[in-house]
């Protein structure tokens, strides 16, 4: 996420591609990509073009994907200028990814968690606000704005169905865009000025491991439900130490999982300032030990120092009963510490709360 401090100049270095004026990318290759950090992206960019003069002339803007960065950016553009601005998404919907689940909560600020701040549900965005809740629920309160915006502004188009398969570099300056209309089912050419890549990381792959079909995170049925076959030990693996992961790790743990509830659970449960001063202490010292550059084992200090805290506050009583009867759960994960601080230090809490109720619960 951008950080306050950054000059306008400094967010468009960030996003430039080197020796492509003009072009620019959104969140393909940040940490912490989040519904609201990429927004922040996409808002962050169009301010610093616009405070830079960049959009003085009035260039033609395409911006391509339709997701939480690219939404922000083309109704930021389209808002802050007289520039035609092009949206073009290759899938039917807008935010696509966030249409297909009631499970999943979206929440603003819950990663700064426990940080001050964090249990604010509104996102206090200057346009596309909106308030922690389902993952549908939010997108549809995001696109409703967007197409206000779209609606309001006579520069900004919005192609859906439209796959941007190539671009070209004109001598002119600019870009030369082809596309395929899925519609029309033909290809045609578009130049632009400015290019803002905003396709994300897209769709999971559907089949990692050869022979298993994969549910995406933003499926309802990625999230184990409940236990109906009736086994005496349901043993569930789940690979991946990121924020998903983790999140899964402790869905497929619980009898009826529900996303808020856990949040709420965890983030007020009584007596955890204690718990909070340590958290924030391990999160200093393993971020000071990664810029020297020294060994630190996330997941042996939140066993070895938040586990007992959890334990003594009852914290892990609390999670123990939501856990599916005789659940067995295997985590697997590429890095050795298990965690990283790539990941929210709530989903790793609540991770090492619900290991310990699995080890503690007979």
């Not at 070209?168 to 089912?185: I, N, S, W």
């Not at 050419?189 to 491991?209: D, H, N, P």
């Given at each position: 996420?951008?950080?306050?401090?950054?000059?306008?100049?400094?967010?468009?270095?960030?996003?430039?591609?080197?020796?492509?004026?003009?072009?620019?990318?959104?969140?393909?290759?940040?940490?912490?990509?989040?519904?609201?950090?990429?927004?922040?992206?996409?808002?962050?960019?169009?301010?610093?073009?616009?405070?830079?003069?960049?959009?003085?002339?009035?260039?033609?803007?395409?911006?391509?994907?339709?997701?939480?960065?690219?939404?922000?950016?083309?109704?930021?553009?389209?808002?802050?200028?007289?520039?035609?601005?092009?949206?073009?998404?290759?899938?039917?919907?807008?935010?696509?990814?966030?249409?297909?689940?009631?499970?999943?909560?979206?929440?603003?600020?819950?990663?700064?968690?426990?940080?001050?701040?964090?249990?604010?549900?509104?996102?206090?965005?200057?346009?596309?606000?909106?308030?922690?809740?389902?993952?549908?629920?939010?997108?549809?309160?995001?696109?409703?704005?967007?197409?206000?915006?779209?609606?309001?502004?006579?520069?900004?188009?919005?192609?859906?169905?439209?796959?941007?398969?190539?671009?070209?570099?004109?001598?002119?300056?600019?870009?030369?865009?082809?596309?395929?209309?899925?519609?029309?089912?033909?290809?045609?050419?578009?130049?632009?000025?400015?290019?803002?890549?905003?396709?994300?990381?897209?769709?999971?792959?559907?089949?990692?491991?050869?022979?298993?079909?994969?549910?995406?995170?933003?499926?309802?049925?990625?999230?184990?439900?409940?236990?109906?076959?009736?086994?005496?030990?349901?043993?569930?693996?789940?690979?991946?130490?990121?924020?998903?992961?983790?999140?899964?790790?402790?869905?497929?743990?619980?009898?009826?999982?529900?996303?808020?509830a856990m949040i709420?659970?965890?983030?007020?449960?009584?007596?955890?300032?204690?718990?909070?001063?340590?958290?924030?202490?391990?999160?200093?010292?393993?971020?000071?030990?990664?810029?020297?550059g020294d060994p630190?084992?996330?997941?042996?200090?939140?066993?070895?120092?938040?586990?007992?805290?959890?334990?003594?506050?009852?914290?892990?009583?609390?999670?123990?009963?939501?856990?599916?009867?005789?659940?067995?759960?295997?985590?697997?994960?590429?890095?050795?510490?298990?965690?990283?601080?790539?990941?929210?230090?709530?989903?790793?809490?609540?991770?090492?709360?619900?290991?310990?109720?699995?080890?503690?619960?007979?």
């Amino acid at each position: 996420m951008p950080d306050p401090a950054l000059r306008p100049i400094d967010v468009i270095d960030g996003a430039s591609i080197k020796g492509r004026k003009g072009l620019y990318v959104l969140g393909c290759f940040d940490q912490r990509i989040t519904f609201y950090s990429q927004q922040v992206r996409g808002l962050a960019l169009i301010h610093a073009l616009a405070e830079q003069d960049y959009l003085r002339e009035k260039p033609r803007v395409a911006v391509i994907g339709g997701g939480a960065a690219g939404l922000a950016a083309a109704a930021a553009a389209a808002l802050a200028s007289d520039s035609e601005v092009v949206l073009f998404e290759a899938a039917d919907d807008l935010l696509k990814l966030q249409m297909g689940t009631d499970r999943r909560k979206l929440d603003p600020h819950i990663y700064n968690w426990p940080r001050s701040g964090a249990d604010d549900p509104v996102a206090d965005l200057p346009i596309l606000d909106w308030e922690a809740g389902p993952s549908s629920n939010v997108r549809d309160d995001v696109v409703r704005q967007f197409e206000d915006v779209a609606g309001r502004r006579g520069n900004l188009v919005v192609l859906k169905r439209h796959r941007v398969t190539g671009a070209r570099e004109l001598d002119a300056g600019g870009y030369e865009l082809t596309v395929f209309d899925k519609a029309a089912g033909r290809l045609r050419t578009e130049a632009f000025q400015i290019v803002i890549l905003a396709f994300g990381f897209g769709l999971e792959a559907s089949e990692t491991v050869h022979g298993i079909g994969d549910k995406s995170y933003w499926d309802n049925a990625g999230i184990p439900g409940a236990e109906f076959r009736g086994r005496a030990n349901p043993h569930y693996f789940v690979s991946g130490s990121g924020d998903g992961g983790l999140i899964d790790f402790v869905a497929a743990a619980s009898k009826d999982f529900d996303h808020a509830a856990m949040i709420q659970a965890v983030t007020s449960y009584p007596n955890m300032e204690p718990v909070k001063t340590e958290l924030l202490a391990i999160e200093t010292e393993a971020r000071h030990a990664k810029v020297l550059g020294d060994p630190f084992n996330l997941f042996e200090a939140f066993s070895d120092r938040i586990g007992p805290l959890i334990q003594a506050n009852g914290l892990v009583t609390h999670l123990a009963r939501q856990l599916r009867p005789g659940v067995q759960m295997t985590l697997q994960t590429r890095d050795e510490s298990v965690f990283t601080l790539g990941s929210s230090i709530l989903n790793r809490l609540a991770v090492v709360a619900t290991i310990i109720a699995c080890q503690t619960t007979e």
